[in-house]
């Protein structure tokens, strides 16, 4: 890439950054207390909400990644897609009202209603701290991969320079705007994400005499190697019964993690009632909904108008599938604000990461573990909050620099993984069985999270071939990519089984919990009717 190309780039990443970082500042004005910085003062409508939810949730990996992954494995690789979009079915079902109701401002909230505080919280905050990590890493791996692409850092040590950048950035948007700054951020990155898309969806079509079956013609045409198999199922997932053992368990973890990941269920407590966390979830669904059915077309023509060999060979690999259509399509411009475009989502997952894991630290364990919730002292809380921010942008900076060039859309399945395993278990348990006490949790919690970790690090995606994130060791002793048919029942067992274990009786509050999660009584702000 030449260097003009590279500086325009550069100018239009530029633009979005100093007119988002003018809207943190502006939004900032008003954080006074925990609640303005860790809920956004509750002051956002189910729609704000809902398209602040897609802009989450839509992260690199439903951008680049799964693009890439349908343009080199066609049907298989939207697969992704259709896991990511059902499971906000679990969520709306089983979770996002309750939770709304039940809690203030984390996942510990919810569990600790009924349960002893201090355990329960600690939990809680390890977990959270454990699937943003692996979240943050799939999103700085993506920063990487995309620079490489669009200015021609072929280097690692460029690449990491670039990924410290986004991570200093990701730092000021949490330290400067808190919730309320980080959500404008994700609103405005929704939208642009989604026309972004929409524009591209409709310029391949129009390419087509926008006819979908022209389009998937020609992918198969471009795509010697695969052929046919573009269109049809098992070209990733159907070479052996492993592999589709493997499927099985991604699609369980997608389905399953959305309804367990804190970034995602904090985004519920920004809203002033339960009734507008329901329909903030409505919004979501049908922008998401949308989007990946922009994939579908964005991916098939990737392969139709770049072709899977070329996307294979760039430098950040499938990722690189949307921004080489978008240089195909509209040449530079476009690939430069299709760029900007990818940038703005990494930007602003991370900062909702990184102010998911830094108010679950400052208010699970700062203020209810350490000061034992005693006076709680909201200054103090945003202070803690602020600095965790920076310890933990650090430390995904160096994750990022190590997790560089990995499949980000596979980096966050397991992140989806764990939040299936570690979480989801432990929610639906508070939820709906009276019997559970702190000792399930406690078991449910870390157990999931012990199973899973140590599955991963003994799977076939960290070690023992090519692919793997350290190509050159040996120890995949346990044959899946993805944990989850195995971690996600294993943790509800453990809940299970340490609740029947134990002796403890932590029923006293479920009815009250039980009314107030269905009414919203006694949340607050929470009557929804």
């Known amino acids: 890439m030449n260097n003009s190309n590279a500086l325009l780039n550069i100018g239009i990443f530029g633009i979005f950054v100093v007119a988002t970082l003018f809207v943190v500042i502006r939004a900032s004005r008003n954080t006074k207390t925990a609640a303005d910085?860790?809920?956004?003062g509750r002051a956002f409508t189910g729609p704000q909400n809902g398209i602040a939810i897609a802009g989450d949730y839509l992260s690199a990996a439903s951008f680049l990644g799964i693009a890439g992954a349908i343009a080199v494995n066609g049907y298989d690789g939207f697969l992704y897609s259709i896991g990511f979009l059902v499971a906000w079915l679990v969520a709306l079902l089983l979770v996002a009202e309750l939770l709304r109701n039940t809690g203030k401002y984390t996942m510990g909230d919810v569990l600790s209603f009924r349960m002893r505080q201090r355990p329960v919280r600690a939990a809680a905050a390890t977990s959270t701290m454990a699937v943003s990590f692996f979240y943050l890493l799939a999103q700085m791996a993506g920063a990487g991969g995309l620079v490489a692409l669009l200015l021609g850092i072929t280097g690692k040590g460029g690449q990491a320079v670039v990924i410290a950048v986004v991570g200093a950035l990701m730092?000021?948007?949490?330290?400067?705007?808190?919730?309320k700054g980080t959500t404008w951020v994700q609103i405005i990155k929704a939208v642009l994400l989604i026309v972004g898309a929409g524009v591209m969806t409709l310029w391949v079509l129009g390419k087509y005499g926008l006819n979908l079956s022209g389009l998937l013609g020609a992918a198969v045409d471009n795509a010697p190697k695969a052929g046919e198999k573009l269109l049809g199922p098992g070209l990733q997932y159907g070479k052996t019964a492993t592999s589709q053992l493997d499927f099985l368990s991604l699609a369980l973890a997608l389905v399953l993690g959305t309804a367990g990941l804190p970034h995602i269920l904090m985004r519920f407590y920004t809203v002033p009632t339960a009734k507008e966390a329901r329909r903030s979830v409505v919004w979501a669904i049908w922008l998401i909904g949308l989007?990946?059915?922009?994939?579908l077309v964005l991916?098939?023509?990737a392969a139709a108008l770049v072709g899977p060999d070329k996307i294979a060979g760039a430098p950040g690999g499938a990722n690189s599938a949307a921004p080489l259509l978008a240089e195909a399509l509209g040449g530079p411009l476009l690939l430069g604000l299709i760029a900007a475009v990818a940038f703005a989502t990494i930007l602003a997952v991370v900062a909702g990461l990184t102010i998911t894991a830094s108010a679950s630290f400052a208010h699970d364990i700062y203020a209810n573990i350490i000061k034992k919730g005693e006076g709680e002292d909201k200054a103090n809380e945003v202070k803690v909050a602020r600095i965790t921010?920076?310890?933990i942008g650090i430390v995904s900076i160096l994750g990022g620099i190590a997790a560089n060039g990995q499949n980000i859309a596979f980096l966050v399945a397991l992140a989806f993984a764990v939040a299936a395993s570690a979480n989801l278990p432990t929610i639906l348990y508070s939820l709906f069985w009276k019997r559970f006490n702190t000792s399930g949790a406690l078991w449910s919690i870390y157990g999931g999270l012990a199973v899973t970790i140590t599955l991963i690090v003994l799977s076939p995606a960290v070690s023992g071939n090519a692919k793997a994130m350290f190509p050159t060791a040996d120890f995949d002793v346990f044959p899946l990519s993805n944990p989850g048919i195995v971690s996600i029942p294993v943790a509800f067992f453990l809940g299970w089984l340490g609740t029947v274990l134990s002796k403890e009786d932590d029923k006293a509050k479920y009815a009250e919990m039980e009314v107030r999660a269905l009414t919203g009584v006694g949340a607050e702000k929470a009557i929804s009717h």
């Open 37 to 40: 910085y860790l809920a956004a």
């Open 389 to 391: 921010a920076i310890v």
């Open 299 to 301: 991916g098939y023509g």
């Open 291 to 295: 989007f990946y059915l922009f994939t």
């Open 171 to 179: 730092i000021a948007y949490v330290l400067i705007g808190g919730m």
